[in-house]
């Protein structure tokens, strides 16, 4: 087969690959419901213990195991993580990675709703561009993003770059625990997150390939590792601040490290056009404009400081 007939038949959308995509909304949905029923958990037991200090600690953490709203909440969130394995294995990272977006957008109106303020117009225009540049980017991404077979020399630059940054936070963590703010934990957890996602496809990708030996043994490891240094921030980061502000900085910096991953290690948008890169691009930084605005001009997030403030001065 010449190979420009070879590339088109690479590039030709296909029934398998788009069943991922209502998959990962689906996803989506959990993950703002579970975030929504854990930050109500973790802020419990703040108010309990009356402190958060460097983080939370063994006490506060087992604490948590006591709070319905957060087990509730955690349940939620595993289906999240179930239904986006699921997705994974349908397409793409750069497909369905981004679609994670929408869970920003269902937090936003739902904590309207449940605190019946109205969104204003801002909020409202941040929800249209952060919509729109996850729906032209998936767009695009669907008719232009390959699966390819991940050798091991993809593998081990992987898993060198999440050791580094692993030893990085670990390291910021140890040093700076006192003064590391909510920001600094969404940080850490969308990093390390992306990494999860990364490493959860090239593992299913691995067994699809029929392929399990010690690197992808390693991956596994890195997986777990990620998964549970990304969920012990992002508890902390509930203890320090909203979650739309959360969700907010997950949904951009988990996306972001995943999708790069994806295009520049393991080469899934290596057959598209010079106008789709272009398109990824500026789809891209429309969907993030649009995340910084909602996060910066919901008023549930005016309201929601208040409403910490006088529950702990109660308290």
């Known amino acids: 087969m010449p190979p420009e007939l070879e590339a088109v038949t690479e590039l030709a959308p296909n029934l398998f690959q788009s069943v991922g995509i209502p998959i990962a909304l689906i996803g989506a949905v959990f993950l703002s419901f ?4 854990q930050h109500r958990g973790v802020a419990k037991v703040e108010a309990a213990s009356r402190e958060v200090s460097g983080g939370l600690d063994v006490r506060q953490l087992l604490a948590l195991l006591g709070r319905p709203s957060w087990v509730l909440g955690t349940l939620m969130l595993g289906l999240a993580i179930v239904f986006q394995l699921t997705s994974l294995n349908f397409a793409p990272i750069i497909v369905v990675q981004p679609l994670g977006a929408v ?57 060198i770059i999440l050791a580094v940054v692993l030893a990085a936070f670990i390291t910021l963590f140890v040093l700076f625990r006192e003064r590391m703010r909510a920001v600094s934990y969404i940080l850490g957890a969308g990093v390390l997150y992306g990494f999860v996602a990364t490493l959860a496809k090239v593992v299913i990708s691995r067994l699809q390939q029929g392929d ?29 601040g909203p979650p739309d502000l959360v969700i907010a ?54 309201v929601k400081s208040v409403t910490n403030h006088s529950t702990q001065s109660v308290h």
């Open 34 to 37: 579970g975030a929504q029923f």
């Open 212 to 240: 399990f030996e010690w690197l992808t043994f390693v991956c596994l490891v890195g997986l777990l590792a990620s998964a549970a240094f990304g969920g012990y921030f992002v508890q902390t980061a509930y203890a320090s």
């Open 249 to 302: 900085g997950l949904t951009v910096i988990d996306p972001l490290v995943a999708v790069g991953i994806g295009i520049i290690v393991l080469g899934e948008a290596s057959l598209a056009p010079p106008l789709a890169l272009v398109g990824f691009v500026l789809s891209g930084v429309l969907a993030i404009v649009g995340v910084f605005g909602l996060a910066r001009y919901h008023p549930q997030t005016g």
């Open 103 to 159: 869970a920003l957008v269902i937090t936003s109106v739902l904590n309207a709703r449940i605190s019946r303020t109205k969104l204003n117009r801002a909020s409202v225009v941040s929800i249209v561009m952060c919509v729109g540049g996850v729906a032209i980017f998936v767009l695009i991404a669907a008719f232009t993003a390959v699966d390819k077979p991940i050798d091991d020399a993809q593998l081990v630059t992987i898993v």
